[in-house]
């Protein structure tokens, strides 16, 4: 006769099986990561610059930073992303007058986006001019902008490249960092021969220590890589990959 009363833990196991679990985390994913974090740094810039540039010769207003945040929600939707742009006026002599980007959706903010990571500078602090005249509004000009933000941005083009061409390349690094665990693998286990006390042998973290630990990976990072479905594998396949 079949048994109809489950039992808590048979329900549990059926629970977990149903879900999607996050592969263990390799170069491919990191460098996957890496690259959506620089393609939404790289939007949001050149959206802002090309907004700025369409109202070159305007006083910067209320009404122009709309104009930039409706241009964002056009390439990084508001649902999706959260994030809008302000304008930080200079309030010392050592403060540039910017834009900056701010997230109001932490917990979809993957690539923490806040003030300073991401700036577009808008001129020069008064110091950097030589000025005691603190500016408070002003015309934009567009070329003026552009050579201010042209090295930072160009950065992360290049940081981007980067990141494509380590992707490119992850199996052959993949293979290499794989070849490193295993011998730091066979090495603690040659470790533990050494060590004489009964039931359980613990590792010799003095010994380990000199090799670096495994790569430490953001929580931001982490929830990132479990909203895309290319990195989520079945309750059994993530059994075996933990064993």
């Not at 834009?99 to 993957?110: L, R």
């Not at 001129?123 to 408070?136: F, P, Q, V, W, Y």
Request: proline share 2%; charged share 30%; with cysteine.
């Amino acid at each position: 006769m079949t048994n109809l009363i489950s039992s808590p833990y048979a329900d549990f196991i059926q629970e977990q099986k149903k879900q999607k679990y996050l592969k263990k985390i390799d170069v491919s994913m990191i460098a996957s990561y890496h690259i959506a974090y620089y393609e939404t740094i790289i939007k949001l810039k050149k959206s802002t610059i090309n907004t700025l540039e369409k109202n070159n010769g305007k006083i910067l207003n209320k009404n122009i930073l709309e104009k930039i945040n409706q241009d964002i929600n056009l390439v990084l939707p508001y649902d999706d992303f959260g994030l809008m742009a302000y304008h930080q006026k200079p309030e010392d002599r050592t403060d540039k007058n910017r834009i900056y980007f701010y997230s109001h959706k932490k917990e979809i903010n993957f690539f923490n986006i806040d003030k300073f990571v991401c700036d577009v500078i808008i001129s020069e602090s008064a110091k950097d001019r030589n000025s005691e005249k603190i500016l408070k509004s002003e015309k934009i000009d567009y070329q003026v902008i552009h050579n201010l933000n042209v090295r930072s941005f160009a950065s992360d083009i290049q940081e981007l490249k980067k990141w494509e061409k380590i992707k490119a390349s992850s199996y052959d690094i993949q293979y290499r960092i794989d070849q490193i665990n295993n011998l730091k693998n066979e090495l603690e286990n040659f470790v533990k021969l050494f060590d004489e006390s009964e039931g359980y042998k613990h590792k010799n973290y003095t010994i380990m220590e000199c090799i670096e630990d495994s790569p430490k990976h953001s929580n931001s990072m982490r929830s990132w890589l479990t909203k895309q479905d290319e990195f989520l594998i079945s309750y059994d396949e993530f059994r075996k990959q933990n064993k």
